[in-house]
Nanobody
Framework: QVQLVESGGGSVQAGGSLRLACVAS????????YGWFRQAPGKEREGVAA????????HYADSVKGRFTISRDSTKNTVYLQMNSLKPEDTAMYFC????????????????WGQGTQVTVSS
């Protein structure tokens, strides 16, 4: 089992920044990938960014490339999502996920999920 706890969400104006954190505990070696997903009301959950734990190769959705950065501090078992130049359309509940996946931005491959942290961007 892997437990994930997100933090760092909040309300910002467009153009602002936030850094989300996801602390993992438990049998973290069971996962080769950590991902960030988001879900806005009435919309499907979408992959935002993901990082492989062994290669540190990261993947991003086209909508956030150049603005968001995913990183991992293995000493703290923490995955971060630095979000810059935020837009109102980034407003959503953001979830951290972990799993042994082949397609990093596909939610179905992840076994473990956090409870989410809300991000609200006002214009």
């Amino acid at each position: 089992q892997v437990q994930l706890v997100e933090s760092g969400g909040g309300s910002v104006q467009a153009g602002g920044s936030l850094r989300l954190a996801c602390v993992a505990s438990g049998y973290t070696h069971a996962s080769n990938t950590y991902g960030w997903f988001r879900q806005a009301p009435g919309k499907e959950r979408e992959g935002v960014a993901a990082i492989y734990t062994d290669t540190r190769i990261s993947h991003y959705a086209d909508s956030v490339k150049g603005r968001f950065t995913i990183s991992r501090d293995s000493t703290k078992n923490t995955v971060y999502l630095q979000m810059n130049s935020l837009k109102p359309e980034d407003t959503a509940m953001y979830f951290c996920a972990a799993g042994y996946v082949a397609v990093p931005l596909r939610a179905a491959g992840y076994m473990y999920w956090g409870q989410g942290t809300q991000v609200t961007v006002s214009s």
